[in-house]
């Protein structure tokens, strides 16, 4: 896939799991950046699980994604995604710097079930950080969010994957409402 990607991101409200038990799909997700200065170059594994208790189906995949500057104070950016082979990516992802980027996913519909909201708990040094991001066709494009969705963080570096790797979560959890610490 390619082309224009418009993406609005929010803070995630801790009260309760509300977000785990709308998901559809949950996947654990491990992703790193190749050090590169005119475009963000990430790696990515996932471990999809759908399904019931009784009949969870697992699926594995791998994405390489090359994401140019951000435009529209962080709303759109050209992205260019393809799907690669595993062992690929476990190569690649011995090529990136910094750490990894360790979290589960869940998607989540959107009250009316027009949009998707991709909700991302994360790990290790961004512990305690929940964030929902929704894609769009239009930078205008209305959208309805579920009630565990707050604060709008579109554009703000701090909740950028690349930026938690250099100033994870644990330096700066502070600076945000006590609701979504």
Known sequence: ?????IERKFLVKKKGDTYKRAAFSCSHIQQGYIPSDAATVRVRTSVEERGEEESVERKETAFLTIKGKSTDRGLSRYEFEKEIALDEAR???ELCRGGLIDKHRYLVKSP??????????????????VMAEVELSSAD???????????EVTGDPRF????????PFASWRHTIPEEYR
Not at 1 to 5: D, F, N
Not at 119 to 124: C, L
Not at 144 to 151: E, L, T, V
Request: no cysteine.
């Open 1 to 5: 896939m390619s082309g224009l990607e």
């Open 91 to 93: 190569q690649l992802l």
């Open 112 to 129: 009316d079930g027009r949009h998707v909201f991709e909700v991302d708990e994360f790990h290790g040094d961004n512990d305690g950080l």
């Open 141 to 151: 494009e209305p959208f309805k969010k579920p009630d565990f969705i707050g604060d």
């Open 160 to 167: 950028y994957n690349k930026h938690m790797l250099k100033q």
